[in-house]
């Protein structure tokens, strides 16, 4: 069995995970700002062209409210991203599609993200990320199932 690391050494990978994580979610909201749009709107306009998007559901996943997802919701109607009809099969059901403004919004922000993966995340060598990717995913893995354990 491989030895433990020593303290100094897990606080030093704690310190890192949590700069990462901070320089990300900051560098999604310039993405998102660079085409006028909040991160909270670009999830959700994502989630909308997958064509599954449930208000509901996507309120539970992403522990939002529904009365907060609904504000959200018009405001990209208002914005002419979204539009909004009524379901073919349910009158309650509400269906959501992106305008053409919508798409054209989406494949700014992808380009823009594009160009930013090509000047970041393709400069390092497939070993590098592939090991990323593993001690990344069970680490996540670990802390979830941790996470899940307490009460």
Do not use: C, N
Not at 26 to 33: C, D, P, S, V, Y
Not at 107 to 112: E, F, N, Y
Request: charged share 35%; hydrophobic share 45%.
């Amino acid at each position: 069995m491989a030895q433990a690391p020593p303290r100094e050494r897990i606080d030093s990978a704690i310190g890192a995970l949590q700069r990462l994580a901070e320089v990300f979610l900051e560098r999604r909201r310039q993405l998102a700002r660079e085409v006028d749009l909040s991160e909270a709107e670009w999830r959700l306009l994502e989630e909308i062209e997958t064509s599954r998007f449930m208000p509901s559901l996507f309120a539970r996943r992403r522990e939002r409210t529904a009365a907060a997802v609904s504000r959200a919701l018009r405001g990209l109607v208002d914005a002419g991203l979204i539009a909004a009809s009524v379901g073919e099969s349910d009158a309650r059901h509400r269906v959501y599609r992106l305008t053409p403004k919508g798409r054209e919004r989406m494949a700014k922000l992808r380009h823009r993200r594009e160009r930013a993966i090509a000047a970041i995340w393709r400069r390092f060598p497939a070993a590098d990320l592939a090991e990323f990717e593993r001690l990344a995913g069970g680490l996540a893995d670990a802390l979830e199932r941790y996470a899940g354990s307490r009460e």
